[in-house]
């Protein structure tokens, strides 16, 4: 017979080994796991995912090339499966043609459909000639004419330049003025809120007065005000920089907030203090021990300052004080617009405000879900 010893306890069940295993998992991995539940963070993390992915490649997404002109303020070409006759065909679109009419309201000729030549689409396409990631002579593209002939599937401008391939192009310049001022912002505003909470007394007080006067400028005439100081002739990195300057001299005041309020809770925590009993230095506690643990705060707070900075740069570079020629912003294409009568005759010119919503929604639905996955309650 077996001996049943009574100091082995019984096997654990399947479902108490499959907690428990949690408790072995690091803390990104747990955040994952939340992060998981969330489907809008999801989504927003996959949006945010091809933003980057076509910004980083936007002259192989873009079907044309930005700077190459056709008809002015011709409207979108659909693409069709059927050709003249109503038959299926290859998926194509249709050259556009000047007709001999005129629109009562521009005088301009009426721009029709030239469906006895049609434009075969495909992917991976030869194209106009570019320099992938700067580097590599390349002239392939995602998607376009099987032959190189122009496509413009959401219009072009009053120059004749297409309206998708410069809101791709755009979105290089939009998001990395975003993610540089965010960064900028992200750096100083933790340091200067995680030194000002640590070291406290005389030294927070003065330090905070000094982020209430930032915080006190009213933002928007400062902004006009500042840029309008850089002269019309300075070359168009310099007019950047300053822009990327003046929109993080700004900004870092409500991060620094945000976390000397986290670092005056954590500087009275037991391993602080037991760090300052053994002989620690102040930098070694700041960035050893308190930054870990205000992280996940700034992490969400990056998340959803992205968008701010997105909108103010396409309001800036609406009116003009962003970007200039010949680079492109979103910002910079909807000047188009500020006509209310060329919006109503051409509306397709407002197609960057598309890219602008979803840049938004994609990193405020990320923000949203990261500061579920991150909160321990």
């Known amino acids: 017979m077996f001996a049943f010893d009574s100091s082995t306890p019984p096997p654990p069940h399947e479902e108490t080994v499959k907690n ?3 408790g072995n998992e690091s803390y990104m991995a747990l955040v994952w796991r939340r992060l998981r539940r969330s489907w809008t963070g999801i989504i927003g993390l996959i949006l945010v995912g091809l933003l980057i992915i076509m910004a980083v490649f936007a002259d192989f997404f873009a079907p044309m090339d930005p700077k190459a002109t056709d008809v002015g303020f011709a409207p979108p070409q659909l693409i069709s499966i059927h050709d003249k006759e109503g038959n299926l065909v290859w998926p194509r679109v249709y050259a556009l043609a000047d007709s001999e009419e005129l629109d009562p309201v521009t005088f301009q000729p009426v721009v029709g459909l030239d469906y006895d030549n049609p434009r075969l689409l ?9 320099n992938l990631l700067g580097l590599i002579p390349a002239n392939r593209h995602f998607f376009g004419t099987v032959d190189g002939q122009p496509v413009h599937f959401l219009g072009t401008d009053k120059f004749g330049r297409d309206v998708l391939s410069r809101a791709i192009i755009g979105s290089r310049i939009s998001l990395m003025i975003a993610l540089t001022v965010v960064f900028i912002v992200t750096v100083v505003g933790t340091t200067v809120g995680m030194v000002s909470g640590y070291y406290g ?3 927070d ?3 905070q007065r000094f982020v209430e006067l930032v915080l006190a400028f009213p933002q928007l005439p400062l902004y006009l005000a500042l840029t309008s100081l850089i002269p019309i002739t300075a070359p168009t990195n310099i007019f950047l920089a300053f822009v990327i300057f003046v929109m993080s001299a700004l900004g870092w005041a409500q991060m620094s907030r945000e976390v000397r309020g986290k670092t005056l809770a954590l500087a009275r925590i037991e391993y602080v ?4 009993a053994v002989g620690a230095t102040d930098r070694r506690i700041i960035f050893q021990h308190i930054l870990p643990n205000v992280m996940s705060h700034v992490i969400v707070a990056v998340t959803i300052h992205i968008p701010s900075v997105v909108l103010l740069e ?3 570079g609406f009116l003009g004080f962003a970007v200039k020629p010949p680079l492109i912003s979103w910002g910079l294409m909807l000047q188009d617009t500020a006509n209310y009568s060329v919006i109503g005759t051409y509306p397709w010119i407002l197609s960057p405000v598309a890219f602008v919503l979803v840049t938004v929604f994609a990193f405020n639905a990320l923000g949203d879900g990261l500061r579920d996955a991150v909160d321990p309650y």
């Open 20 to 22: 428990t295993s949690h």
């Open 122 to 130: 495909g992917f991976f396409v030869k194209g106009s000639d570019y």
């Open 201 to 203: 007394g005389a030294f």
């Open 205 to 207: 007080v003065w330090v």
């Open 273 to 276: 203090r037991a760090a300052m």
């Open 314 to 316: 396409s309001f800036l």
